[in-house]
C-alpha cells in the first residue's frame, strides 16, 4: 500500500509537468493547426536561463527563499520573447504554406535552440542550487519533498490562471473565437496575428515554469532535457485530445501515472519478462494506442471549444 | 550473407594497408611518429576526455624532450586527438579518420560503447588500440589482435566492488540497477552475478537510461524490496540525482557502483546525498600509484589542472606503444604489435603487462567511500593476486 501511494505521488508530479508542457503544444494546436515541435526547448532553455540568474544572485548572497521566484521572473520573461520571436520569425512567413513547412520548420528551430544552448552553456550537465527544502514530509507512508509540492501546487496554479484567461477574459474570447475560424474572427475585428502572438507567449511562459520545476525537482539541467520531455508532453497532448486545454492538463496526469506505475509495476506483474526498461515505452504505446483507437483523444469530441 | 560485407571490409582493408605502406616511406623520410587519441572532448564526460588527452599529451612531450629513439634514429612523436563525444557511431567516424591520417597507434577510446565499435576500424587497419578507460569484457573479446587496455575490466571491478559488499558490508540483499548502455550492463551484470554466487539475494534488477534524470518509478519499487545495498551500473550524471531521490524516498540503502560514479561530478550533483557512496575504480589511487605523486605534480606544473582520472593510464599508454617500437626498431604497426603483447613496462601506474586477449594482467581496483563531500579510499584489490584485499595504507 505504500509502495502504490508512493507511486501514485510520483505519478502525480511527473504527470504536472507533463501536463504543463502539454498546454504548450496544445495551445498552439487548437488555434493555428501546427505542432510546435521547437516547445520541449523552449522548456530547457527556461531551465538554464534560470539557473544563469541564480548562481550569480546565491553567490552574491540573496537569500534563498527569494531565488526561485527571481529565477522563474527572468526564465519566463526571455521564454515569453522566445516564443514571440519564434513565431515571428520561424511560422508566421509559413501561415499560408502547406502544413508539412512549418512542421519541418518546428524541427529546425528545435536543433537551432538545442544547439544555442550547446553554444552559451556546453554540454555538461549543470548542478542545480538546492532552492527549496530537501527533508521530505511523509503522507500515509509516501514521502513528498517540498519541491515536488510546489510542482504540484503551482502547476495546478498555473493551470486555472490559464482556464480563467481562456473563458473569462477578451484575449480569450479572441483566442476561442480564432481557434474556431480565423477568417471570421478577423472579420469580427479580432486582431489574429495578435492572439497567434499571445498564444506562443503564453505557452513558453508554461514551458519556463516547468523547466525551472523539472531542474529545480531533479536538481541537474542540461541541453538536452527538454527533447525526451518534449515528447511526453506532446503525447499527453495527444492523449487528451490535442487542441483542448482540459484534455492536455488530464493526458499530462494520466501519462505520469501510467509511467509510474508501468515501471513500477511492470517487473512484478510479467514475472521480470519486461523490465522498467521499457518505461520509455508505456508513453509511446499510449501515443499509438490513441492514434489507432480514438484520434481525437480522451476529450477530444466531447468539448466543442479550442483554445 | 556475410560474404559481400567482408568482402568490402578486405578490400577496404587492403586499400589502408597500401596507403599505410606508402606513408611509412614518406614517415622514414620525416622521422614523425603519430600518435592517435580519441575520447570524450565535448559533452558530460569532456572532463574525463580532457583529462586522458592531456596524459597522452604529456607523454608525447616526454618523449620528445628524452629524444627517444627508434632503430637508432631520433623520432619526433605527434598526438593527434580527436573527438568521439562518447557516441559509439562518431567514434567510428573518429576511428576511421585517425586510421586516415596514418597514425601508428591509438590511445582510446573512454567509453566501452565507443572503444568497441571503433576497435574493428582499427582492427581492419591493423593498427594497434590500448584504451586507457573501458573497462566492458566484450572489448577485448572480439578475436582482434590489435585491441588492448591498461585499466582492469569489468569481469574483474564487478566482482571485486561485489566481494566488498560481500566480506567487508556483509550484505545479504541487494538491488541492481542498470543505464542500459554497454558500460552499464557489463558492470551490473558482473556484479550481480558474483553476488549471486556469493548467495546474497538480488531482490530487483531495473533499468533507467543515461539520459533519464527521474528515477522515482523503479526506486520506489526497489523501497518497497527493502534491500541494504543499490548498486548502480552507469555513470555520475545518473547517480548524482539518483543518490538525491535515494535520500527524498527514505532509502537507507547504500549506493554503489562502479568507475563511472567514481568523479567529483556526482559529489557535484548529489550534494550532501552523496555521502556513504561507495564506488570501485581500476587502477591504484592517484598518489598510491608507484610514479604517482611525481606525476600528479608534473600534470598540474604543465596543464594548471588536477588530474581527474585516466591521465596516467593515457600516459602510460603513448609509452607502451613508444617501447614495443622502440623493441621492433620500426614504428610500423605490423612489425611492432607482436612486441606490444610481449609488453612488460612499469608505468606511473605500475607494472603493465597483457594477458593473451589484450588485457591489463592482475590490474589493481581501489575502493572508495563518500566521506564529508569527498571521495576517501577504503582498500585496494587485486584480482588474482594470492592475497586478496589487502587494506590500503592509510
Not at chain 1, 526564465?75 to 499560408?96: D, Q, S
Request: with cysteine.
Amino acid at each position: 500500500m505504500e509502495t502504490f501511494i508512493q507511486q501514485l505521488v510520483n505519478g502525480i508530479v511527473l504527470g504536472a509537468v507533463y501536463a504543463l508542457v502539454a498546454l504548450g503544444y496544445t495551445m498552439v494546436y487548437g488555434i493555428l493547426g501546427l505542432i510546435n515541435f521547437a516547445h520541449g526547448e523552449v522548456v530547457m532553455i527556461g531551465a538554464l536561463v534560470a539557473l544563469a540568474v541564480i548562481k550569480p544572485l546565491a553567490a552574491a548572497g540573496v537569500p534563498l527563499g527569494l531565488l526561485l521566484p527571481l529565477g522563474l521572473l527572468v526564465a519566463v520573461c526571455v521564454c515569453m520573447a522566445l516564443g514571440a520571436a519564434i513565431e515571428r520569425i520561424a511560422y508566421r512567413p509559413l501561415r499560408n504554406a502547406p502544413r508539412l513547412a512549418p512542421l519541418i520548420t518546428a524541427i529546425g528551430v528545435s536543433i537551432v535552440l538545442q544547439y544555442s544552448a550547446v553554444l552559451i552553456w556546453g554540454r555538461t550537465y549543470h548542478a542545480y542550487p538546492e532552492l527549496l527544502p530537501v527533508t521530505p514530509m511523509e503522507f500515509g507512508g509516501a514521502r513528498i519533498s517540498v519541491a515536488q509540492i510546489v510542482i504540484v501546487v503551482l502547476a495546478g496554479a498555473v493551470m486555472a490562471a490559464l482556464l480563467w484567461l481562456v473563458h473569462r477574459t477578451r484575449l480569450g474570447r479572441a483566442m476561442r473565437a480564432t481557434a474556431e475560424n480565423p477568417a471570421v474572427a478577423r472579420l469580427m475585428g479580432v486582431n489574429v496575428d495578435r492572439v497567434i502572438t499571445a498564444t506562443f507567449v503564453i505557452g513558453s511562459a508554461l514551458g519556463a515554469v516547468a523547466g525551472v520545476l523539472v531542474s529545480v525537482n531533479y536538481s541537474v539541467a542540461h541541453y538536452q532535457m527538454g527533447f525526451m520531455l518534449g515528447l511526453k508532453a506532446f503525447t499527453a497532448a495527444v492523449l487528451g485530445g490535442i487542441g483542448n486545454l482540459a484534455g492536455a492538463m488530464v493526458g499530462g496526469l494520466l501519462l505520469g501515472l501510467i509511467e509510474a506505475f508501468g515501471a513500477g509495476y511492470i517487473g512484478d506483474l510479467t514475472g521480470g519478462v519486461f523490465g522498467s526498461n521499457y518505461r520509455d515505452v508505456f508513453a509511446f504505446l499510449v501515443l499509438v494506442g490513441v492514434l489507432i483507437f480514438r484520434p481525437s483523444g480522451l476529450l477530444g469530441e466531447r468539448v466543442a471549444e479550442r483554445a | 550473407m556475410n560474404t559481400p560485407f567482408r568482402l568490402i571490409a578486405l578490400s577496404a582493408a587492403s586499400v589502408l594497408v597500401l596507403a599505410a605502406c606508402g606513408k611509412q616511406e614518406a614517415a622514414s623520410g620525416g622521422d614523425v611518429v603519430r600518435i592517435g587519441m580519441a575520447s570524450p572532448l565535448t559533452g558530460p564526460q569532456s572532463h574525463i576526455g580532457q583529462d586522458i588527452k592531456n596524459g597522452a599529451l604529456l607523454g608525447v612531450e616526454d618523449l620528445n624532450a628524452a629524444g627517444f629513439e627508434i632503430g637508432g634514429k631520433k623520432v619526433k612523436f605527434e598526438l593527434v586527438a580527436e573527438d568521439d563525444e562518447a557516441n559509439p557511431s562518431k567514434a567510428t567516424t573518429v576511428a576511421q579518420k585517425l586510421v586516415d591520417s596514418k597514425v601508428a597507434g591509438v590511445v582510446g577510446h573512454f567509453n566501452s560503447g565507443a572503444s568497441i565499435p571503433a576497435s574493428k576500424v582499427y582492427a581492419d587497419a591493423g593498427i594497434p588500440q590500448i584504451s586507457p578507460g573501458s573497462t566492458n569484457p566484450r572489448y577485448t573479446q572480439q578475436g582482434y589482435a590489435t585491441t588492448f587496455r591498461v585499466v582492469a575490466n569489468d569481469d574483474q571491478q564487478g566482482p571485486a566492488v561485489a566481494r566488498y559488499a560481500i566480506d567487508a558490508l556483509k550484505t545479504k540483499r541487494v538491488a541492481v540497477i542498470d543505464d542500459s548502455t554497454s558500460y552499464g550492463q557489463g558492470l551490473a551484470n558482473a556484479f550481480e552475478a558474483t553476488v549471486k554466487a556469493a548467495g546474497v539475494e538480488v531482490v530487483s534488477h531495473e533499468h533507467t537510461t543515461d539520459k533519464d534524470t527521474d528515477f522515482a518509478a523503479i526506486l520506489t519499487n526497489i523501497k518497497a524490496k527493502n534491500p541494504e545495498l543499490v548498486f548502480f551500473g552507469g555513470i555520475d550524471t545518473q547517480a548524482g540525482p539518483m543518490a538525491k531521490q535515494m535520500k527524498a524516498l527514505g532509502i537507507t540503502a547504500k549506493l554503489m557502483g562502479g568507475d563511472g560514479i567514481q568523479t567529483p561530478k556526482l559529489l557535484e550533483l548529489a550534494g550532501g546525498a552523496a555521502d556513504g557512496t561507495i564506488a570501485s575504480i581500476p587502477g591504484l589511487p592517484k598518489d598510491k600509484m608507484p610514479g604517482g605523486q611525481a606525476f600528479l605534480d608534473k600534470f598540474k606544473k604543465r596543464f594548471g589542472v588536477g588530474v581527474e582520472l585516466f591521465a596516467p593510464m593515457g600516459y602510460d599508454a603513448v609509452h607502451v606503444l613508444a617501447e614495443a617500437m622502440k623493441r621492433a626498431g620500426s614504428s610500423e604497426p605490423a612489425k611492432y604489435l607482436p612486441e606490444l603483447k610481449k609488453t612488460n613496462y612499469s608505468g606511473v601506474i605500475g607494472p603493465i603487462a597483457f594477458d593473451d586477449k589484450g588485457d591489463l594482467k592482475n590490474g589493481p581496483i581501489t575502493i572508495n567511500v563518500v566521506k564529508g563531500g569527498k571521495w576517501d579510499v577504503l582498500e585496494t584489490v587485486i584480482p588474482g593476486a594470492a592475497a586478496p584485499a589487502a587494506p590500503a595504507a592509510k
